[in-house]
């Protein structure tokens, strides 16, 4: 018999507990189906006033800009636009390579227009 051979039996247990770790079995893994329950939020009427107050007046805000763009002249924004171009010039925006510049006017958000239909008089 060659020392790698097990012949005993009480050699085959040595044997295979040193190859089989046996012992506490391994932790179940977490099911990714598995469908929690959303965990339940408690609101309160004063947290929905302070929501809805600022509802209203992210609606007055976007009526107001609305507003400003409508009534703003035409020769403001042709100014507007040159002063971009100039801008974009000035910094050689659209040669480099190395950097990354943008001009550009802030978009604001405005509210969509409502019609209003009224009877013809």
């Not at 302070?50 to 100014?79: G, V, W």
């Not at 002063?83 to 925006?93: D, G, K, P, S, W």
């Amino acid at each position: 018999m060659q020392g790698n051979e097990v012949s005993t039996p009480q050699n085959l247990d040595n044997y295979l507990s040193n190859k089989i770790n046996i012992g506490s079995p391994p932790d179940k893994p977490k099911n990714p189906w598995k469908i929690c329950e959303a965990p339940i939020a408690s609101s309160s009427p004063k947290s929905k006033a302070i929501e809805f107050n600022q509802i209203l007046a992210d609606q007055k805000k976007q009526k107001d800009d609305f507003s400003r763009i409508m009534t703003k002249p035409l020769a403001l924004t042709q100014l507007e636009d040159k002063a971009i171009e100039e801008l974009e010039r000035f910094y050689n925006v659209h040669e480099i390579d190395d950097e990354w510049i943008t001009v550009r006017r802030i978009e604001l958000q405005v509210s969509s227009p409502q019609w209003i239909h009224t009877a013809p008089k």
